[in-house]
């Protein structure tokens, strides 16, 4: 085998091992950020929940004051 051809072999072995990685990767993410938009979105519906009646209660003494 010429230098050539086992530089070819070798570049090209070395850039399918690189992009077989780069989507291994992004499934990765994937999941990483849809576990993240599960806590964010149960952080803010515990907040409401909590915060929800007294920020009700605010608005409807507000209401009231208006004339």
């Given at each position: 085998?010429?230098?050539?051809?086992?530089?070819?072999?070798?570049?090209?072995?070395?850039?399918?091992?690189?992009?077989?990685?780069?989507?291994?990767?992004?499934?990765?993410?994937?999941?990483?950020?849809?576990?993240?938009?599960?806590?964010?979105?149960?952080?803010?519906?515990?907040?409401?929940?909590?915060?929800?009646?007294?920020?009700?209660?605010?608005f409807l003494?507000?209401?009231?004051?208006?004339?």
């Amino acid at each position: 085998m010429s230098r050539a051809a086992a530089l070819l072999m070798t570049s090209l072995h070395v850039l399918t091992a690189r992009f077989d990685g780069v989507k291994k990767d992004k499934g990765a993410t994937a999941v990483e950020y849809g576990l993240l938009v599960g806590l964010i979105s149960i952080a803010i519906i515990g907040t409401l929940a909590l915060i929800g009646p007294k920020l009700n209660a605010l608005f409807l003494q507000v209401l009231n004051a208006l004339p």
